[in-house]
């Protein structure tokens, strides 16, 4: 998948493309670190859930929502597969394998599908708020909400740049099929990646440190003032419908732990 997708954002008009930025930012980052913490497969399930609805609502083909996923997915089977024969100690059965067996542990099954469901309902959560908000309005939103400032700017500087790391590579990359690079030995092409990776981390470095100079020319330091990027409060409508759904995380929190 291209980086550049992070960098689009659809133009439809859904109800969560128009729905203020900061209760967006406030509303899915919890439910995503609700989702970390909740105990109960259904309750996991349910915000999954929630989360594909809302995908769908804004319009976009979901072949781009399973092309993003497919990384995150592979490593929640990964996950899943390691504490399937590792955790537990009631066997609930074996797999054979010549002279010896792997125990299929059944607190291994249990803790592996709560782990595996919580990776996708989170992955899940993260990337309908990536199609539907601008980076700028979620960074903005962290900085009101006091997180530090210098984690801010690293992290508008690696998406605003990251764009330049890829345009790079796929240049290079070109120019290697120009040359026929793709017909040369298997190990030609291996060394061919490795010089195109060195060379890619070579010029993002360098041009990290240029940026940053320049920066500093201009008399950036971490405790710069900056100019307030939402000028305008919270619709009501939005505020109100942003309690609803914090609303709704407490309940499934209380559900979670009495019963």
Aim: hydrophobic share 50%; net charge positive; proline share 3%.
């Amino acid at each position: 998948m291209e980086l550049s997708s992070f960098g689009r954002i659809s133009k439809n008009k859904s109800f969560l493309h128009r729905l203020d930025g900061r209760v967006k930012t406030v509303l899915f980052l919890s439910a995503i670190v609700i989702t970390t913490f909740l105990s109960k497969w259904y309750l996991i399930v349910f915000l999954w859930v929630l989360s594909i609805i809302g995908y769908y609502t804004l319009g976009i083909p979901w072949k781009r929502l399973i092309k993003r996923l497919l990384i995150p997915f592979s490593i929640a089977w990964l996950v899943f597969v390691s504490v399937l024969f590792t955790n537990g100690e009631t066997v609930l059965t074996y797999i054979p394998i010549g002279a010896y067996h792997l125990n299929i542990y059944s607190e291994g099954l249990s803790l592996g599908i709560l782990l595996m469901l919580r990776i996708m309902a989170a992955v899940s959560l993260a990337c309908i708020l990536s199609f539907c908000t601008p980076m700028i309005e979620i960074l903005e939103t962290l900085r009101i909400l006091k997180v530090p400032s210098i984690i801010i700017d690293l992290a508008d500087m690696m998406y605003r740049y990251i764009f330049i790391i890829e345009d790079t590579g796929k240049n290079m990359r070109h120019a290697q099929l120009s040359r026929m690079g793709d017909r040369s030995s298997w190990l030609r092409r291996i060394e061919d990646t490795g010089k195109i990776a060195v060379y890619v981390m070579i010029e993002s470095l360098d041009r990290s440190v240029r940026v940053y100079n320049a920066m500093l020319s201009r008399g950036y330091n971490e405790d710069s003032k900056q100019a307030k990027f939402f000028t305008y409060p919270v619709p009501v409508k939005d505020f109100r419908f942003g309690i609803l759904i914090a609303v709704l995380l407490l309940v499934l929190i209380l559900v979670n732990i009495f019963i």
